[in-house]
């Protein structure tokens, strides 16, 4: 099976973004490599160089308003609380750095588990 070189790619500029920030953790999900913090799922690079993002049910709506953000569905279930934002939007490194923080910020909440 080949590797998506943009879900390589879009990992690797996410382990830069977190180089600094204790407890993460990366872990085989969704057929790449989610980024966990406390064994809560943060973030993940998705087919394409699209960003899974772990934002919760109550900031969802703000998150889906955002520039390429879209709801997150697997199959024909959408998942609240996540969405999925499309690679273009991700170029910007500020931009991919404000929802790694969205999502930070969402799951420094949660207890660990």
């Known amino acids: ?12 500029r996410i382990r830069a973004a977190l180089a600094d920030r204790p407890g993460i953790v990366e872990k085989k999900m969704f057929g790449a ?5 406390d064994g809560n799922m943060l973030v993940a690079p998705m087919k394409g160089g699209n960003l899974l993002v772990r934002v919760g049910k109550h900031a969802h709506d703000a998150a889906l308003a955002r520039p390429g953000a879209q709801p997150m ?7 609240s609380g996540f969405v999925e934002v499309g690679g273009d939007v991700l170029e910007d490194d500020a931009a991919l750095e404000e929802w790694i923080a969205r999502a930070d910020a969402f799951v420094a909440t949660l207890p660990p588990k």
């Open 1 to 12: 099976m080949a590797t998506d070189l943009a879900v390589v790619e879009l990992a690797d």
């Open 33 to 37: 490599m989610a980024f966990m913090i």
């Open 73 to 79: 569905t697997m199959g024909d279930r959408t998942m």
